[in-house]
């Protein structure tokens, strides 16, 4: 099973920067999909931005030439630059992978607790 932590939120200006975190762990052998999402309040989940098995990238049209999503030895990252006060949210790292479950191979997806990004004055 795998699991996800992230970090790296906090309060900031508009225009200013910050980088999010993620670390995945567990008995993985292959990660297909790592993905950012946030949620703010009222408002459904939405991907923010993703990196599929292979190096595929895909951005929500509203971070698009903003945010970049990356990955360096197990770790992602979500780098946002010139935040915008609506980009205020609890952003949340998903990961789907393959790995071990016993004895066998299981795919298994899991998400972190999710860390809160405020953009204000």
């Known amino acids: 099973q795998v699991r996800v932590v992230e970090s790296g939120g906090g309060l900031v200006q508009p225009g200013g920067s910050l980088r999010l975190s993620c670390i995945a762990s567990g008995s993985i052998t292959t990660i297909y999909t790592m993905a950012w999402y946030r949620q703010a309040p009222g408002n459904q989940r939405e991907l923010v931005a993703q990196i599929s098995n292979g190096g595929r990238l895909t951005y929500g049209d509203s971070v698009k030439d903003r945010f970049t999503i990356s990955s360096d030895n197990g770790r992602y990252y979500l780098q946002m630059d010139t935040l915008k006060p609506e980009d205020t949210a609890v952003y949340y790292c998903?990961?789907?992978?393959?790995?071990?479950?016993?004895?066998?191979?299981?795919?298994?997806?899991?998400w972190g607790q999710g860390t809160q990004v405020t953009v204000s004055t």
């Open positions: 998903y990961v789907e992978a393959n790995g071990w479950c016993g004895k066998t191979k299981c795919d298994s997806e899991a």
